[in-house]
């Protein structure tokens, strides 16, 4: 059963710039499109983009513009660059399939931003 594993969060000043990675534990297929998902606290998970085996990408328009998808299928590995970051995207972000499946959920990576 596949799982991720997610790193890169930390604290972080408005405006700053945060690099969010995350491996596949497990055998995921590079032909599954993947996404990344932040969940704030006391609220469900939220979408926030998504990468398909092709590399066409999809955001919340929450983000557009601020982060970027990527993958590297030979690694097994998604990220996310954020950029121009908000007290708003403060959560804990993780990476599964897309669509979500509930049993593929790691342990996530925490992101605030707040000066």
């Known amino acids: 059963q596949a799982q991720f594993v997610e790193s890169g969060g930390g604290l972080v000043q408005p405006g700053g710039s945060l690099r969010l990675s995350c491996i596949a534990a497990?055998?995921?297929?590079?032909?599954?499109?993947m996404g990344w998902y932040r969940q704030a606290p006391g609220k469900q998970h939220e979408f926030v983009a998504l990468?398909?085996?092709?590399?066409?990408?999809s955001y919340a328009d929450s983000v557009k513009g601020r982060f970027t998808i990527s993958r590297d299928n030979a690694k097994n590995m998604v990220f996310l660059q954020m950029d121009s970051l908000k007290p708003d995207d403060t959560a804990v972000y993780y990476c599964?399939?897309?669509?979500?499946?509930?049993?593929?959920w790691g342990q996530g990576t925490q992101v605030t931003v707040s000066s």
């Open positions: 599964n399939t897309f669509p979500r499946v509930e049993a593929y």
């Open positions: 497990g055998s995921i297929s590079s032909g599954s499109a």
């Open positions: 990468i398909t085996p092709g590399r066409r990408t």
